[in-house]
């Protein structure tokens, strides 16, 4: 299969970066589209959750864009260019997948997920703890939940369920104890990870649990809106209590 368009883009992305290109392609570094590959994945994430599969290939589009952007500023460095990158990924690929590139027997996707853990623990060698090469950008949320998943790997978590809510509600006691702004923050954070490690104990992403919350949320407070009355500012709490369970029925 010839990939054409991929080449005439990265034939045009070294025009927009080259010299009598465009201004703004130009002037871009690393830094300064680091925002943007944030902002690029996230989109790429909405429409897959849309399930509109011409918005998602609009915004994948826009990722790549982002990988061929940084491609291109390395290139221009001397540092590395689009097909070191092409071939570093496809080699890492090749060898972590022994059972498809190589003679490694495997019985379940859990013998594919261990071997892939262990070629890649032999691939970083610079790493001395479990806990290096946890990415310092990505949401706190999903931070604690990779954190978490590597302690437990190495045999640290809770012996058993109820060892664990025990140890969230103490967390609670400890927050209503907190006398000092800073304490207060610190045990709401020793909340929140221990409610990820329940997630990651019961199989749930708690990023994607949120954000369907939150996407919960932003509906009924919209349906709110729809059936007051009055000003919201207007409304007593109980009220409120009301207009909510209304919302919720309404919506159910």
């Not at 589209?33 to 849309?50: K, T």
């Not at 952007?69 to 092409?86: M, P, R, W």
């Amino acid at each position: 299969m010839k990939h054409e368009n991929l080449e005439k883009l990265i034939e045009t992305i070294r025009i927009l970066r080259s010299p009598g290109g465009c201004e703004w392609d130009r002037a871009q570094t690393h830094e300064t589209l680091r925002p943007n590959m944030l902002e690029e994945a996230y989109e790429a994430v909405d429409a897959i959750d849309s399930g509109d599969i011409n918005n998602l290939k609009e915004e994948l589009g826009d990722v790549l864009l982002q990988v061929l952007l940084h491609s291109q500023i390395a290139d221009d460095e001397g540092q590395f260019n689009i097909d070191d990158v092409a071939k570093m990924l496809n080699e890492k690929l090749i060898h972590r997948h022994p059972h498809v590139f190589g003679h490694v027997k495997v019985n379940s996707t859990d013998d594919i997920i261990n071997n892939w853990d262990k070629l890649k623990k032999e691939e970083k060698k610079d790493r001395k703890s479990a806990m290096d090469g946890i990415s310092k950008s990505q949401s706190a949320l999903m931070s604690a939940q990779k954190i978490s998943k590597r302690a437990v790997k190495t045999g640290f978590e809770w012996p058993n369920e109820k060892s664990l809510y025990e140890c969230i509600f103490s967390e609670f006691d400890e927050f209503k104890e907190a006398e000092s702004e800073h304490h207060k923050q610190e045990e709401m954070g020793d909340i929140l990870f221990a409610v990820v490690n329940l997630a990651l104990r019961h199989g749930i992403d708690a990023e994607q649990a949120l954000l369907k919350s939150n996407k919960k949320f932003m509906a009924r407070f919209r349906k709110m809106e729809e059936l007051a009355l009055k000003p919201l500012e207007d409304y007593s709490f109980e009220e409120f209590d009301a207009l909510w369970k209304q919302a919720k029925r309404e919506l159910n």
